[in-house]
């Protein structure tokens, strides 16, 4: 019996912790500003495993990435190789599927490594949508320092998808 409870513990778990990740990110980008860079910060993305589609807009100041089903990819490093491309990645609107869990009085949204902190200006009416267990959401996420990304970061929700 207690074989049976774990199997199905391993099972369910698994399963949610598979379906969380990030499916499509548009990335600001800081310091960009000839067609090059624009190209080469391009190159450097589409390397990445679990990019489907890049596009980067040197008009729009902006790296628009559409990531596979069940990829493996964080936010940090997105934004690592962004760094690494001589640029400094700034906002990004992501859309993310994770767990919504409820930590002392504050929400979060944990997908694979990452916890998504929701920000108190995240409107009321979605925060009253939001349901713990799986969600999938678009949101901006704030700015970090370069220098100081972690895997935690903060969220305003903008719909629940």
Partial sequence: MKR????????VF???SS??????????????????????L??????MDGIEKVRVSLNDGKAYLDLTANNNLSLKQIQE????????AKNAEVVLEGQLIKEDNALKIK???????LTSNT????INSLQPGTVKVRGIVQDEEDGSLT???KIKITEIL
């Fill in 4 to 11: 049976i409870a774990l199997i199905i513990v391993v099972a």
């Fill in 14 to 16: 698994g399963t949610i």
């Fill in 19 to 40: 379906n969380a990740q990030i499916t499509k990110v548009d990335q600001e980008v800081f310091g960009m500003d000839c067609a090059p860079c624009a190209y080469g």
């Fill in 42 to 47: 391009e190159r450097g993305l589409k390397k």
């Fill in 81 to 88: 190789e962004v760094k690494v491309n001589g640029f400094s």
């Fill in 111 to 117: 997908v694979k490594n990452e916890e998504y902190y």
């Fill in 123 to 126: 409107g009321q009416s979605v």
């Fill in 151 to 153: 895997d935690k970061w």
